[in-house]
């Protein structure tokens, strides 16, 4: 049996056993120097949720991360949304949840081989620094945290009109004389 074949087995037997197995990815020797450390869940795609994937931390803390969060979709039933904001992941800072499409840095490659690219959907869990900002934010220490992304979220929305109330002050104004109507009409 081949290494491929031992690793997708082993694999199986985890997530038969507790719903998802997590996959570390650790720059290799031949990387380049700023290749970035990775981990995401394989078999939560089985239960209808996306796959979960974390960047930029040890495999440890990675591990727990994702097992947490797998935890709370398929015990809690917690739905993961585009920008959603988690409080108690992490103690005294908020993650963010960004949805995405695999890039080179963040390849599930394990989740991809499983599913197939149609059926795996991806969410990552973004940390911020210490002074509460993410990548996709300026002043984000990048060069202390690499962290790659699958995305951002879109800047907040501008308050949105609940209807339309007129136009101010337009009770008070006169048509031009070139909208008068015309004979006939």
């Not at 998802?20 to 380049?32: I, M, T």
């Not at 904001?85 to 949805?99: F, G, K, N, P, Y």
């Not at 911020?128 to 945290?145: H, V």
Request: net charge negative; glycine share 10%.
């Amino acid at each position: 049996m081949s290494f491929r074949d031992d690793f997708f087995e082993r694999q199986s037997e985890i997530i038969d056993e507790y719903g998802w197995a997590v996959v570390h990815v650790l720059p290799a020797d031949d990387d380049p120097e700023e290749t970035v450390p990775f981990a995401y869940t394989v078999g939560l795609t089985g239960f209808g949720f996306p796959e979960l994937a974390i960047t930029g931390l040890d495999p440890e803390a990675g591990h727990q991360i994702l097992n947490e969060l797998a935890c709370r979709l398929c015990d809690d039933g917690l739905r993961l949304s585009h920008g959603q904001r988690i409080s108690d992941l992490l103690a005294d800072q908020e993650v963010v949840i960004v949805a995405g499409e695999a890039t080179e840095e963040v390849f599930p490659g394990a989740a991809l081989a499983r599913y197939g690219d149609e059926r795996v959907h991806l969410r990552q869990i973004v940390w911020p620094d210490l002074d509460n900002r993410y990548p996709w934010q300026r002043g984000y220490e990048s060069l202390l945290y690499p962290q790659p992304t699958i995305g951002a979220p879109a800047p907040a929305a501008a308050a949105r009109c609940r209807g339309f109330r007129g136009i101010p002050h337009a009770h008070g104004r006169r048509r031009p004389s070139s909208w008068s109507r015309r004979e006939g009409s």
